[in-house]
């Protein structure tokens, strides 16, 4: 886990936030959020990368001009703005992740057809006001991790989160495999 002294910008932006098995909001529960913008005077923007829903894109821009793009699913990429859809893509670089985000169907259009993108396209996005994000940092609501270029090959679904916990520690790994209610078993 981060300390507040390593709560900077330049240490956030780019970063996987995944959220805490504690974190029982429902729009963050067990989420795998890009951190895509984190400033001290803005506050901080990303996209939960684990939700997706049952539409495609082709189902909400059926016109021919978005053809190229029918076939991508549908996430919900966070509670705020929720009418809106946007895109971002993503692609390696080295052994992290490069990104592009708040991308209009145009722009992704372009980003669909160069090799080795992933494009993605979401409803809503996640948003923090400024000092909001570092407080739930500061309890341990978030676990904030490399983007390393493994993320691109894996199903982002349910798994993702599970699975890039496990990746922390020896501990992350069993809260990873435990289940939602301990007092059930």
């Known amino acids: 886990m981060a300390s507040p002294s390593d709560l900077s910008s330049s240490n956030l932006q780019g970063k996987i936030l995944l959220a805490d098995p504690s974190l029982k909001d429902g729009n963050f529960f067990k989420s795998v959020v890009l951190l895509a913008e984190h400033s001290s ?13 049952s539409k495609k894109v082709g189902e909400l821009l059926p016109s021919e001009e ?6 991508i699913r549908v996430y919900v990429g966070g509670p ?37 993108t992933l494009v993605h396209a ?28 493994n993320l691109l090959n894996q199903p982002h679904d349910s798994t993702l989160w599970s699975e890039s916990l496990k990746g922390i520690s020896p501990f992350h790994h069993i809260l990873a495999l435990a289940p939602e209610n301990l007092l059930a078993n």
């Open 66 to 71: 978005f053809e190229p793009l029918a076939a």
């Open 80 to 116: 705020v703005r929720s009418d809106h859809l946007t895109f971002a893509a993503m692609w390696i670089e080295g052994d992290l992740i490069n990104f592009s985000t708040r991308m209009p169907a145009k722009q992704a259009i372009e980003y669909i057809k160069k090799p080795g």
């Open 122 to 149: 979401f409803i809503g996005y996640s948003g923090w006001e400024k000092d909001q994000l570092e407080g739930e940092l500061e309890h341990a609501a978030w676990h904030p991790i490399p983007a390393h270029k």
């Open 41 to 53: 005077e803005e506050g901080a923007f990303g996209l939960v990368l684990n939700h997706p829903t």
